[in-house]
């Protein structure tokens, strides 16, 4: 019989349970040794071994079961075997000098901060219309630069954990964080999943060496096949959803570890306030519930959770309009109408027939068209005549014509605006969706294809300016058929136009003049399958634009050119527009409400191939104004943006021009009426693109608006500011740019990815994950090498008057240029809000891997408090990077008495800044002061 082994942990077998003394010395001893050990180290197995006990039973039974079945008692003693294989695992580590977590000393009063209730708070709004003066709005870059240079000098150093891999097989937003629907509480998150992750900060050290296990495991990859990767994670970075997990996980320990947690919920309640006390159409303030979308509040009121659901979103969003599947579009459709609350269709959907000949096809393209004029009929049935006419005379001029300014109307033109938009609200929403998705299948290649076969010579010829053209009379109206060769189209200025419902061209290079659809013709759609094609018009609701109708421009091929003026290219207000251009190099030009815009309705322009040029002055480029949801989406090629650089910004205090949009969601607001916004979008699919914005644009939000900027590749550069104005000439105006590049204001949320490449950002102030006035904004760059530039403050991470921003920025040897960057104030301007009962301000730059550069002197691989407590500077070491190699320590020289100052050595000044070049501060264009 073997006798007890005087090692620590020993090796128990059946045998020795026969005496009974050496038996319980000899299964005590490893779980007094580990309690002991748990003790002073605080590991987390204690609570483990605890609860293992506490599962089996007490050692009386487990003594009592051992006497008594010798089975059981073999079951026990293979556990002990177990116990001591991790004990003599932990013995190891311990010799190896490996550093545990050690709970931190006030992890018990940190838990409970952050499980404090949130506050309801007092509504955030502001207490006039006009609540703040040109004085006070103004925002003093030399003081702020002043303080956070001051602030520099004491940023606290903290040891650095290192993110751990990502895995072979990217996570699904689903296992990131639960969803949940708008009207759930402020909690976001399962507490059993992420409560243990939240309550400890990350800045302990991890492991650096690890003992190997000679356990042997299981070969998961060969009992079962690799599963084929998730077609929503095959664009773009594949490991996205874990990037902004891992972001997640930091900004929660944050908040945790210094104790903010609490601060942070009286924030998040403050917001939540602040919606449910101004829902009604009119209050005493600017901010009110006209035209505000549930999607809105959702995300508004979850800012940390509502990351994962947008970065999803856009990923979605780009697969299913960059397809040339049919069926892919009318889902994203459907999603469009969800986020606009419209009711879902009272029918089976969207009909996709099958089409097999060209007389099939032309068949099918009469069937869609008069679906939709039926579905148009009773959107606007709910109108009046007067209503009607209202709109037929005033829609375009109150609420574009005049305009030069971004954020409110001309002279009393809010009031304009509010009643029009009032009007729109008024129509069948439901059917007005119904109408634009029946045109959907006219976007089928298969029925394309059978078109580009057509025989036009079996239709009515018709000579139109002395062209030999085709027609076919439905009773929806007339369809011109155009042959391959170059014709001219002048689409209003025909014998009977108006009842021209639709256009086939089957080639050549050919030219469109005008084609409006308003109230004249509410349903107009043009398919050209080939040829570098011109369009050109001076009219609003053209190419594919719409004054409450329902128009779609479908573009098969060629290098073509699209020029107008409002109201065009893929735009509507208070209808549906769409333009689809398939493939060739394409130039978009016009001035505003262009390129995917959109007030009370859909604009929507897909380019799906080639490198293409687009070119707006204001509200442009996946712009969603109020009720609207606008969006621009290029799915491949080296494109170029410009956006601004002919309207003086409605800043004077600084130079620049007027810019919104590039995925800008925003409202208007004004003592004289006021709207929340809608939903803006950009996506860019790959290549090396440029893009060029003035104020207020490249995703964000304004106004209680939702705003999102994604480019899946490539190495691109984001200008903030123009370089020539508009008409491509010398800048009237100094290079000045403020709100870009994900950036939240006045109650809004912004979000801006990218997914890969060595990228530059630049901008003067505000931008790069910025937000202002209880917004909160998003900045995710998911690799490459990339260089921040900022010539002025609030840049890079910032929350101000109580806001959250967030930059992150994943792998690569990244530069920040600028000293502003993951800055919180400690206060906030009362002139907005109360500092404690708003919250304060949340500031978190976050950047893993690389070697990065930082203008405010933070170091490589440091964890920095930024201003208030809640301000972080988190650069973090990847698991795999090698660590850095241990600098010299310079031993201090003791300080020599300092001499006496004399005349002969005067104090030093500053050296003065040059003042900056001051436009006149006489009112401009549209005399609206200017306005925060």
Request: a negative charge; charged letters at 25%; one cysteine or more.
């Amino acid at each position: 019989m073997k006798t007890s082994q005087t090692t620590p942990f020993p090796h128990c077998t059946f045998a020795s349970f026969c005496v009974f003394p050496q038996r319980v010395v000899s299964f005590l001893l490893p779980f007094a040794m580990t309690a002991i050990f748990m003790l002073c180290a605080g590991n987390s197995w204690q609570a483990t071994i605890f609860a293992q006990e506490e599962d089996d039973g007490t050692l009386n039974a487990l003594l009592q079961q051992t006497k008594s079945d010798e089975d059981a008692a073999a079951e026990e003693a293979k556990e002990s075997e177990e116990e001591e294989s991790e004990s003599e695992e932990e013995n190891a580590d311990e010799e190896a000098n490996e550093e545990e977590e050690v709970p931190p000393k006030d992890e018990q009063e940190d838990e409970n901060k952050k499980e404090e209730p949130i506050s309801a708070g007092r509504p955030a709004i502001h207490n006039t219309p006009g609540h703040l003066s040109t004085e006070d709005e103004e925002v003093n870059t030399e003081d702020y630069e002043k303080v956070v240079q001051k602030e520099d000098e004491s940023d606290i150093m903290l040891q650095i954990t290192k993110p751990k891999s990502l895995t072979e097989k990217p996570l699904q937003d689903k296992d990131l964080i639960e969803k949940r629907s708008p009207t759930d509480g402020v909690s976001s998150t399962n507490p059993e999943k992420e409560k243990p992750d939240a309550s400890k900060p990350k800045a302990e050290p991890e492991k650096t060496t690890k003992q190997p296990d000679l356990t042997p495991k299981k070969s998961v990859e060969k009992e079962q096949p690799a599963k084929p990767l998730d077609p929503m994670l095959s664009v773009g970075c594949p490991f996205a959803p874990q990037m902004v997990k891992v972001l997640y996980d930091d900004v929660m320990n944050g908040l945790s570890g210094r104790g903010v947690m609490g601060r942070f919920n009286t924030w998040r309640g403050y917001m939540s306030a602040t919606l449910n006390n101004t829902r009604a159409q009119l209050t005493r303030t600017e901010v009110n519930g006209r035209a505000r979308l549930s999607w809105y509040e959702h995300l508004y009121r979850n800012p940390l959770e509502s990351v994962f659901e947008t970065e999803e979103f856009s990923r979605v969003m780009h697969i299913k309009l960059s397809s040339n599947n049919s069926q892919q579009i009318a889902e994203a459709m459907t999603t469009i109408r969800q986020k606009l609350d419209v009711p879902k269709r009272e029918d089976d959907g969207v009909q996709f027939a099958r089409t097999d000949t060209p007389e099939q096809a032309v068949q099918e393209v009469i069937r869609a068209i008069t679906a939709a004029q039926s579905h148009y009929a009773r959107a606007v049935a709910p109108l009046k005549a007067p209503d009607k006419n209202t709109l037929k005379t005033q829609l375009y001029n109150g609420l574009c014509g005049r305009e030069s300014s971004g954020h409110s109307f001309y002279g009393a033109g809010n009031n304009y605006a509010v009643q029009m938009l009032s009007l729109i609200q008024l129509t069948d929403r439901r059917a007005m969706h119904d109408a634009a998705e029946a045109l959907v299948p006219l976007t089928d290649d298969r029925l394309l294809e059978q078109l580009k076969r057509l025989n036009p010579s079996q239709f009515q010829s018709v000579s139109l300016d002395g062209q030999n053209i085709f027609q076919i009379v439905t009773p929806a109206g007339t369809i011109l058929i155009g042959g391959r060769e170059n014709n001219v189209y002048n689409l209003d200025g025909f014998p009977g136009s108006d009842d021209i419902v639709c256009v086939i061209d089957l080639g050549g290079n050919d030219t469109y003049r005008e084609g409006t659809c308003g109230a004249n013709r509410p349903v107009f759609v043009i398919i050209d399958l080939d040829g570098d094609d011109k369009y050109i018009a001076t009219k609003p609701g053209v190419q594919g634009g719409s004054l409450l109708g329902v128009s779609m421009l479908i573009d098969c091929a060629g290098n073509d050119t699209y020029q107008a003026n409002d109201v065009a290219q893929g735009s509507s207000i208070g209808g549906i527009g769409i333009l689809i251009d398939k493939g060739g190099n394409d130039r978009y030009s016009g001035v505003r409400r262009v390129q995917g815009q959109a007030f009370g309705g859909v604009g929507l322009l897909i380019d799906q191939n080639g490198n293409d040029d687009y070119r707006a002055a204001m509200w442009a480029q996946g712009f969603g104004h109020s009720a609207g949801f606008g969006i621009l989406e290029d799915a491949d090629g080296k494109d170029h943006y410009y956006l601004g650089g002919l309207y003086l910004d409605s800043y004077p205090e600084h130079p620049g021009y007027e810019g919104w949009g590039q995925g800008l969601g925003a409202g208007f607001r004004g003592s004289t009426g006021s709207a929340c916004g809608g939903i803006g979008m950009l996506l860019e699919g790959g290549g090396d693109d440029v893009y060029e914005f003035d104020y207020i644009a490249h995703g964000g939000g304004y106004w209680l608006g939702i705003g999102m900027f994604r480019d899946f590749g490539g190495n691109d550069k984001h200008i903030g500011s123009t370089l020539m104005d508009f008409y491509n000439k010398p800048r009237r105006e100094a290079r000045w740019q403020r709100f870009c590049s994900g950036f939240g204001c006045h109650y809004s949320a912004g979000y801006f990815f990218e997914d890969g490449g060595n990228d530059v950002y630049e901008g003067t102030i505000m931008g790069c994950g910025m937000a202002w006035d209880l917004s909160f904004a998003f900045h995710c760059d998911f690799g490459g090498n990339d260089n921040y530039e900022a010539r002025g403050g609030l840049m890079q991470g910032v929350g101000a008057n109580a806001s959250l921003g967030v930059l992150l920025n994943y792998f690569g040897n990244d530069r920040y240029t600028g000293n502003s960057q993951g800055y919180a104030n400690p206060t906030v301007d009362s002139k907005y809000h109360d500092t404690a009962q708003s919250g304060g301000n949340f500031s978190f730059l976050c950047d893993y891997g690389g070697t990065d550069q930082y203008g405010s002197r933070a170091r490589n691989n440091s964890y920095n408090q930024r201003g208030a407590a809640s301000g972080f500077l988190i650069d973090r070491p990847l698991e795999t990077e090698p660590p850095e190699e241990p600098k010299p320590v310079v031993q201090p020289q003791p300080r020599t008495q300092q001499q006496p100052r004399t005349q002969q050595q005067p104090r030093t000044q500053p050296q003065q800044r040059t003042q900056q070049q001051q436009r006149p501060t006489q009112p401009r264009g549209n005399n609206q002061p200017r306005r925060y």
